[in-house]
């Protein structure tokens, strides 16, 4: 499976392939000798807007993200690497981290009640704990995912 590190300037980018279930690092705090050592290091595609650090890892290892708006580059990297497989709502969005299904008596004090009574699928990041549920915004990212194929 391919894996990828995102610059800062495309973190919205990074968020969206995390929906699709990719493995992404990022940080709005990477710099471009740190990205650089995490794609060496980790065996990550760097994607970037940044030409002279594109420059610096040439295609395969790293790919000049061209468009500014993000559905257009969700679409240069599925098409870019063929990706037409997704498993969607499997990893945190905020930390990469691929999320355990947990029951839902094991939320019950970690999710407004309103949620707990209208949901039943919850899933739980093992890292930073972040709760996740199929509710109203997840569905309106799916359609905006079939919207991007
Ligand atoms: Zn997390």
């Known amino acids: ?5 995102a610059d800062v300037m495309v973190g919205k980018l990074a968020r969206w392939l995390r929906v699709l279930g990719f493995d ?16 060496d290091s980790e065996n990550r595609i760097i994607l ?4 002279p650090l594109a420059a610096r890892r040439a295609w395969p290892r ?42 839902k008596e094991a939320v019950f004090e970690k999710v407004a009640p309103f949620i707990y009574l ?15 549920w199929r509710g109203t915004h997840a569905e309106k990212m799916l359609a905006r995912i079939e919207m991007l194929r």
Do not use: W
């Open 1 to 5: 499976m391919v894996q990828f590190v």
């Open 24 to 39: 992404v690092a990022y940080s709005n705090t990477f710099e471009d000798d740190e990205i650089i050592r995490i794609g």
């Open 48 to 51: 970037t807007r940044d030409v």
């Open 62 to 103: 790293s790919l000049l993200i061209e468009s500014v708006n993000y559905k257009e580059q969700v679409r240069q990297v599925l098409r870019t690497f063929q990706l037409t497989e997704f498993n969607v709502f499997s990893r945190c969005l905020e930390c990469n981290t691929p999320l355990d299904r947990v029951d």
């Open 118 to 132: 209208t949901h039943d699928r919850f899933a739980m990041c093992p890292s930073c704990g972040r709760v996740y």
